[in-house]
């Protein structure tokens, strides 16, 4: 199988290392295709980077329908686009904070969400509010160290993250961590050893998510709210962006695999 993982901010650097994480964890068969949108924001850190974010990460997705993609991974915490990639994909399309929320929720009673800057918390909780995590959802804690400063050499991210996250079991009622960035991916493992708690990953989380999903032959429900999107000419600078009423690839049906149970 093939999944997409999409870093929406046009960092390459962010990519690779998620790309990298997740074939660390990916089965033998399925392949991971890592990129980032031509155009938007550097890093994700508010609310008008997510929404400029968005359409770079719609016509990578409307791509990938194009490409044959199985399923796809939203990889930013914000879990920007998600329901609108959803009309767009045949496959399963899911966001970092929805799996590593939903992963935590079986691992403990309760989880603390540690992130970058403190100005996202909030789009933290209306993601647990939205996916009915507020009943395990401890608190949302931030290290205020930016984005693009994770990965930086000698970076004192991990450090803070640490830190965070011990205050977060000590204070908070919290017997798991979500890590509230894509870029902390690659700090998952040393973290979860120091702290000695699961610790999730989105990234990884949702990968292995898509790829279960895929295996089972189940794709998203192309009625309702995630049917494709009505036709209609946009106008201006999105006229690309208009949806079609061509038969597109996400009118067929899914090609019959034999189900994985032996
Ligand atoms: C992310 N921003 O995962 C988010 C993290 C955040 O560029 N990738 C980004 O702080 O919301």
């Known amino acids: 199988m093939r999944i997409k993982l999409i870093n929406p901010n046009t960092t390459q650097r962010m990519t690779a290392a998620m790309g990298q994480c997740a074939r660390t964890v990916a089965a033998a068969g399925t392949e991971i295709v890592a990129v980032s949108p031509t155009m938007g924001p550097p890093s994700i850190e508010g609310y008008y980077d997510e929404a400029l974010a968005t359409p770079g990460l719609l016509a990578e997705v409307e791509a990938g329908e194009r490409e044959g993609f199985d399923g ?17 994909a045949r496959g399963p399309v899911v966001g970092i904070a929805e799996a590593a929320m939903h992963a935590a929720s079986v691992l403990a009673p309760g989880f603390s969400v540690v992130t970058t800057l403190s100005r996202t918390k909030a789009m933290a909780w209306h993601l647990a509010e939205r996916y009915g995590m507020n009943r395990f959802c401890r608190n949302v804690r931030a290290i205020d160290v930016a984005v693009l400063e994770l990965d930086e050499p000698g970076s004192a991210a991990r450090r803070a ?21 894509a870029g902390m991916t690659s700090l998952c493992a040393q973290v979860e050893d120091a702290l000695g708690v699961p610790v999730v990953d989105g990234v990884t989380a949702a990968v292995k998510w898509v790829e279960a999903l895929v295996a089972l032959r189940l794709t998203t429900a192309k009625r309702g709210d995630f049917a494709r999107p009505l036709a209609k000419r946009y106008d201006g600078e999105f006229a ?16 019959v695999r034999p189900l994985r149970y032996g």
């Open 161 to 181: 993250i640490v830190d965070e996250c011990r205050r977060a079991l000590d204070e908070d009622g919290a017997d798991a961590i979500v890590l509230g960035c």
């Open 72 to 88: 796809y991974v939203i990889a930013c915490f914000g879990d920007p686009g998600l329901y609108a990639a959803r009309e767009l």
């Open 240 to 255: 690309h962006f208009s949806p079609t009423s061509a038969a597109s690839v996400t009118d067929t049906p899914p090609p």
